[in-house]
């Protein structure tokens, strides 16, 4: 019997991904059994064999932590061995550091942030890391890593891990249902249909979230909306995402005062406003208008402290602005202050 001519071979399709991320970013990946991960400073990104990596490692893995890599080491590291890093002293441990706080961040809304974990010796610092590896704190890898989440948002680099990341996010939710539980897979995440990490909880319904609002089209949820365009439809009964908040009310200001403190910058006062008159003494004029200023980002007018004994409270709630008086609870302007001093995402 003539042998069989084979033409096509299979490939893993992570593999494809993920070269293909390196190739459009001017990275050649070469394999080497001589070396676990190498960069030459000239466009030849070095990785190790299958047969020598750890059993949670991935070619996927390797690729993106070394953009990553790159990312915190700056633009102009393209051109220097291993990205200006050699390991041998505090300031590259550093970078190290920034690195896996980086590939976190960046991982973290695919649903992949354990699947793309780093590995070897390295992962004690990854499994310490806070839900959010990038929040302000005296870490100085952080800094850093918040300047390498910049430059991950600019061209090329954004297209590419989007497009990579999210095609790693949809093999996940094609694999992980039938994945055993000692598998890579079933460790991911699933996402909302409209982009956000489900939430860990499957009894939550996005009809209970503070941010589904009703109206004559129907439930449309506020945390997904874009900017300048109306909020997407969901259903009352379909599984929250992770951004699910307890419906607030008016009682729950007292413990939020979001809008009264960094939320925003100021209050404007209008010229037939009766707060002017009534307390001139807390009025100013700014760049032409009148304003109730917030200096240290807190409202003259505010009281309190958010705590259960000294709750925030406005100390002339009754007679307050008609911008304030204007402000609805769980509307967008509460979500967008909110965010602003990271009471919601």
Not at 166 to 178: F, H, P, Q
Not at 303 to 329: I, L, M
Request: glycine fraction near 8%.
């Amino acid at each position: 019997m003539p042998g069989r001519s084979i033409v096509h071979h299979y490939q893993d399709p992570l593999d494809l991904i993920w070269l293909r991320a390196a190739a459009d970013l001017g990275l050649e990946v070469q394999r080497s059994a001589e070396a676990y991960a190498s960069y030459d400073g000239k466009g030849t990104l070095t990785i190790s064999v299958a047969a020598d990596f750890d059993a949670d490692d991935s070619l996927a893995q390797m690729i993106f932590h070394e953009i990553c890599h790159w990312l915190v080491s700056g633009i102009r590291a393209k051109d220097l061995p291993d990205w200006g890093l050699s390991n041998t002293n505090n300031r590259d441990l550093i970078y190290e550091y920034a690195c896996h706080r980086l590939q976190a961040a960046l991982s973290t809304p695919f649903g992949l942030r354990e699947f793309m974990a780093v590995t070897t010796d390295w992962r004690r610092y990854w499994d310490a890391l806070p839900e959010d590896p990038l929040k302000d704190g005296e870490d100085p890898a952080i800094a850093i890593a918040q300047t390498g989440f910049q430059l991950a948002q600019k061209s090329p680099f954004e297209s590419v891990l989007t497009r990579s990341l999210s095609a790693t996010a949809v093999i996940a939710d094609a694999v992980r249902g039938v994945a055993q539980s000692s598998s890579l897979w079933s460790v991911t995440r699933s996402r909302h249909r409209l982009g956000s990490l489900l939430s860990r909880s499957e009894a939550l319904r996005c009809g209970s979230c503070a941010w589904a609002v009703s109206g004559k089209s129907g439930l449309r949820c506020r945390q997904h909306k874009p900017p300048g365009k109306i909020a997407p439809a969901v259903c009352s009964d379909e599984q929250a995402c992770e951004r699910w908040e307890q419906k607030l009310v008016a009682a729950d200001c007292g413990n939020c005062g979001a809008c009264c403190r960094q939320g925003f910058d100021l209050v404007s006062v209008s010229p037939r406003d009766p707060f002017r008159k009534l307390h001139p003494e807390l009025v100013q004029l700014h760049n032409g208008d009148h304003i109730v200023p917030r200096p240290g980002g807190t409202c003259v007018a505010l009281d309190g402290d958010g705590a259960a004994a000294t709750p925030f409270r406005c100390r002339h709630y009754a007679t307050r602005p008609k911008n304030c008086e204007d402000f609805e609870v769980a509307g967008d302007a509460c979500l967008l202050a909110r965010r602003r001093v990271g009471l919601s995402r």
